[in-house]
């Protein structure tokens, strides 16, 4: 059976091309050298462009065959040669821009022009949807939703009575939304439930009474968020995602949880509720934030952390509990030596 290959090879560009959609510089090669795809390192073959932003992978780049290497400034002595060099000032950020110019179908999540609403789904005569909007098989939605231009609902997504979907909006297969209200390009990935009522119960000896969660799911334009994460409604207030954010797969935001504008939340985290995240928060994978804390503008929270306190704007944390990581490390290196003093008793 032959591999499936699921984008197509661009056509071959110049090197000059490369360096104007990479804002970038050559340093060496020339400029009508001919590039016909992109590869990793160590898999590249003559006529491939290649990146290098991490010297872990600094034999790799001692081997690699490729045509050409985007490669940052302090880095570019370090291309053998043979290879052309382009260099630019953020080499990971460049090769994104240059790989949505050769690979544009890795980036849209339909062909202009092809929108189309499936027979097979089934959409309540009261929802209201504008113009261009694609619906896919197995589609559900209910009274009163409204579906922005441009907007694709995959295969088997549910979208709940009253929700608001912006436009040039991706909900991908098997997504559930429900109480919630979406702005323009934001890209749920499949699997995402989202404005399911949060985990609120008043617990007693004669039982656990179930809070009923009244509010609802505000997710501001631009967002991105990743398979299976789940983002519960508000019990009071709104759970609100600000401009911009991108989560990753399989993240839990609790009910009444505030994510500020422009956040990295990684896999894996737990966000429970009522807790903030200001603007420009990022947080490692497999981190627990409780509920009702701030975490400040700017911070950065180290992976498998717990968050259990207020964190000050601009720090950088890690640790159970998280603690500026300068004293993280102290920490660590104290018990390193305990355990070392102890020897084999």
């Known amino acids: 059976m032959s591999e499936p290959k699921f984008f197509e090879s661009p056509a071959p560009v110049s090197l000059s091309d ?3 959609w990479a804002e970038a510089e050559i340093a060496r090669g020339e400029p009508t050298l001919e590039i016909t795809g992109v590869a990793p390192l160590e898999d590249a073959t003559p ?14 780049l001692d081997g690699t065959t490729a045509a050409a290497c985007l490669v940052n400034r302090k880095h570019k002595d370090k291309v053998p040669e043979g ?10 950020r460049s090769w994104a821009k240059v790989l949505a110019k050769l690979y544009p179908a890795a980036m849209v999540p339909v062909e202009p022009g092809a929108a189309v609403i499936s027979e097979r789904a089934v959409i309540d005569p009261a929802a209201s949807l504008e113009d261009n909007v694609t619906v896919e ?10 579906i922005g231009a441009g907007t694709v609902i995959r295969a088997n997504a549910v979208i709940g009575q009253g929700v608001k979907i912006g436009r040039d909006c991706v909900i991908g297969s098997n997504c559930t939304v429900q109480h919630t209200v979406l702005g323009n390009r934001v890209y749920m990935h499949p699997g995402v439930c989202c404005g399911q009522d949060g985990f609120g119960y008043a617990m007693g000896p004669m039982g656990h009474l179930k809070v009923p969660q009244v509010g609802r799911v505000i997710i501001q334009d631009d967002v991105e968020i990743g398979a299976n994460t789940t983002i519960d409604r508000g019990a009071n207030r ?7 954010t991108k989560i990753d797969n399989q993240v839990q935001i609790g009910h009444n949880v505030v994510v500020g504008r422009h956040c990295v939340i990684v896999s894996q985290v737990g966000l429970s509720g009522s807790c903030t995240l200001e603007d420009f928060v990022a947080i490692g994978g497999q981190t627990g934030v409780r509920g009702h804390v701030t975490i400040g503008m700017g911070s950065q929270v180290a992976a498998v952390s717990v968050v259990n306190d207020d964190l000050p ?3 950088r944390y890690g640790g159970t509990p998280a603690k500026p990581v300068k004293q993280w490390f102290r920490e660590v290196a104290a018990v390193r030596k305990l355990a070392e003093r102890g020897g084999g008793s």
């Open 18 to 20: 490369i360096a104007t």
């Open 137 to 146: 098989p197995g589609v559900v939605i209910g009274a009163g939703a409204e």
């Open 313 to 315: 704007a601009g720090g």
């Open 47 to 60: 006529g491939a462009l290649v990146f290098f932003d991490n010297t872990a992978y600094l034999k790799q």
């Open 238 to 244: 709104d759970t609100i995602i600000g401009e911009g």
């Open 83 to 92: 290879v052309a060099v382009l260099v630019c000032s953020d080499a990971y």
